[in-house]
């Protein structure tokens, strides 16, 4: 049994309630210690997972709050260790007094993410599930946080898990025929495996392909802002994000670098990036801030070029757009619709999509929003938790893959059992470095050290 951790859970804010969570041996002894039941009942003699009425106290018998506990026993807990958790009201100070005194009766502070990695070090959540955690709790849209709750509930888990052990039965089968021959085992002929690899690769292959959905899901896309000088950007920018988040003048080149900041918009995460007024200029830091606006165009997945509809456009606006919109997903953005309208599309941007809106009142973003819900259609679609959604994720896969890989290659051109199944082995490396069946230590302090304390 680990030693005794307790954290709050539930944050440093303000809130209606609030939790404090134990863990490791002792848990159940050090909650006795502070919390008197209503009943008069230790929590000592009371059943798992059962919420309890009471007051909790201080070491002078002083009350510091009414609230709720509750015990559940190893292994049948979240961590796999005997567990307690006190609801209290949640009062950041009467919350801090409360942890104060558990940490008087043996229990220390949690570390970020040690709750979770307990949860995994005790097998109760492979890798991948626990990355899930963090990744759930980090959510901004419905998509991200139903695909955390899938990887949460095992999806991915279930498919590697089913390679694995395809890919066991052959290298099990192989060892079978040459530890013992003398044994009535079936002969291992590697020609009957073709499939079982074909399908792992299959496998491997379709879940490696949702990488980079799963990282526009969780990191978002990112989306450059541009146009010429007082059009609305920045103005545009505040009222996507729903508050004043750029300086908005009536002075050209009032932007002089990106501002940046992310949204949702259309059920997609987007990085916004705020950029210069794109026009020639002898200031130097204005020029720095138009390069750097050309080189946020060039990465961006999205652009939204920002037109002054009260006034027509000019050559250089349409050639920015035209140039836009041949390397990325562009909208046209007509603003000040509240004023008489003069900008009319070319007819050579007529296939442009468009929308014309107020970004100082705010009218017209929610048909901004269908626009881009329609341009990114493929990250609308609810995902069942069978994305992978970080770099660590993809490159085990990615290398499982290519070992399937080069071990069907060498089956189809005949070499020894052996050579095959070196590749099969280090395929099976890679899954179980998936989903931590074989990790460093500190590749595993790093995955948690992301997590929130009391997580």
């Given at each position: 049994m680990s030693d005794l951790i307790a954290a709050v859970a539930t944050g440093a804010a303000r809130s209606a309630i609030g939790i404090i969570?134990?863990?490791?041996?002792?848990?159940?002894?050090?909650?006795?210690?502070?919390f008197r039941a209503a009943s008069g009942r230790k929590m000592a003699d009371t059943p798992?997972?059962?919420?309890?009425?009471?007051?909790?106290?201080?070491e002078n018998g002083g009350l510091l709050d009414m609230g709720l506990c509750?015990?559940?026993?190893?292994p049948k807990s979240y961590t796999g260790e005997d567990t307690a958790e006190l609801q209290c009201h949640g009062s950041p100070a009467a919350l801090g007094e409360v942890l104060a005194e558990l940490l008087k009766n043996g229990a220390r502070q949690a570390k970020p993410g040690?709750?979770?990695?307990?949860?995994?070090?005790?097998?109760?959540l492979d890798l991948t599930r626990a990355e899930a955690v963090i990744d759930l709790i980090d959510a901004d849209t419905d998509l991200a946080a139903k695909n955390a709750a899938g990887q949460l509930a095992g999806a991915v888990t279930r498919k590697t898990d089913a390679v694995y052990s395809d890919l066991l039965d052959i290298a099990a089968h192989f060892h079978a025929v040459v530890d013992f021959p003398d044994d009535d085992v079936e002969e291992f002929e590697l020609r009957d495996y073709l499939g079982t690899?074909?399908?792992a690769e299959k496998t491997l292959s379709d879940l490696l392909d949702t990488f980079g959905r799963g990282r526009v899901i969780r990191d978002g896309l990112e989306c450059a802002i541009v146009g010429s000088p007082n059009v609305g950007k920045s103005s545009l920018l505040n009222a996507l994000l729903g508050f004043e988040r750029a300086i908005v003048t009536d002075i050209p080149g009032t932007t002089r670098d990106t501002v940046e900041d992310t949204c949702v918009l259309g059920g997609v995460k987007l990085r916004l990036i705020d950029t210069a007024g794109l026009r020639?200029?002898?200031?130097?830091?204005e020029m720095m801030g138009v390069e750097r606006s050309y080189a946020a165009m060039r990465r961006a997945k999205l652009i939204f070029a920002v037109l002054d509809s009260s006034r027509p456009m000019t050559g250089e606006e349409a050639e920015l757009i035209k140039k836009a919109a041949s390397t990325t997903r562009t909208v046209m953005v007509l603003n000040k619709s509240d004023l008489p309208v003069r900008l009319a599309v070319p007819a050579e941007l007529e296939g442009i999509p468009r929308t014309g809106l107020c970004a100082l009142t705010g009218e017209g973003t929610r048909k901004l929003s269908e626009l881009v819900a329609g341009l990114f259609q493929q990250y609308g679609d609810a995902p069942e938790g069978e994305i992978l959604t970080n770099d660590r994720q993809a490159g085990e896969v990615r290398a499982a893959l290519e070992a399937v890989r080069d071990a069907k290659g060498a089956l189809q051109e005949g070499v020894t059992p052996d050579a095959v199944l070196t590749e099969l082995e280090d395929a099976m490396d890679s899954l179980g470095r998936l989903g931590g069946r074989t990790l460093s230590s500190d590749v595993t302090d790093r995955i948690f050290s992301r997590f929130c304390v009391g997580k």
């Open positions: 969570r134990l863990s490791g041996e002792g848990a159940i002894d050090c909650v006795d210690a502070v798992s997972n059962k919420l309890v009425y009471g007051g909790i106290y201080d509750f015990v559940a026993r190893a040690e709750f979770t990695k307990r949860a995994f070090l005790n097998g109760k690899l074909e399908r020639k200029t002898d200031d130097a830091v």
